[in-house]
């Protein structure tokens, strides 16, 4: 399956589309800017929470998150970086299910999701014509669908995090 994540500009609650590039938009997430810890939601198109995640008090440290799935899949994800001197690639595991998510962040950002095996699970990459953090998603899992969006917009939110600040 085949999406794109695309921020809405000047959302109050920082909604992101989730489009199907068949379908037209399937999940929207929404974090709410004065929660603490800062919460995010995933919707389908009909407005019902399928899930939602967590930051910890660890976040600047480790952007660790905390997941939970309706139907009672749960699991939490933290990163590290590959060589401890850069932030271009990070490493964050998916701790329950034992998957590991690749970033890089360059010129044009990407991630792959793998399985304990070496699977590829998903991939996205930045769209880089496109204004925003807007990413191609591909999930390679198709029974694990709303896991891989979730870990996705999480991958998208640590790459974004970890950039450094204009001087």
Not at 2 to 29: P, Q, W
Not at 118 to 142: H, I, N, S, T
């Amino acid at each position: 399956m085949k999406f794109r994540m695309s921020a809405t500009l000047a959302s109050v609650h920082c909604e992101v589309n989730v489009t199907d590039l068949e379908k037209g938009t399937m999940f929207i997430a929404r974090t709410d800017p004065l929660s603490a810890p800062r919460c995010t939601h995933l919707y389908d198109i009909e407005g019902v929470e399928l899930a939602h995640y967590a930051t910890t008090r660890t976040d600047e440290k480790d952007r660790a998150h905390t997941v939970s799935i309706d139907g009672g899949i749960s699991f939490t994800t933290k990163r590290s970086f590959r060589v401890p001197s850069s932030t271009c690639e990070a490493v964050i595991k998916v701790g329950q299910m034992g998957w590991t998510v690749l970033t890089q962040r360059a010129w044009s950002s990407r991630f792959e999701v793998h399985a304990e095996d070496g699977k590829v699970l998903a991939r996205a990459k930045q769209v880089p014509a496109l204004r925003g953090d807007v990413y191609d998603l591909e999930v390679l899992d198709e029974d694990h669908v709303i896991e891989m969006v979730l870990i996705a917009l999480i991958a998208r939110s640590v790459i974004r995090d970890d950039a450094p600040s204009p001087v």
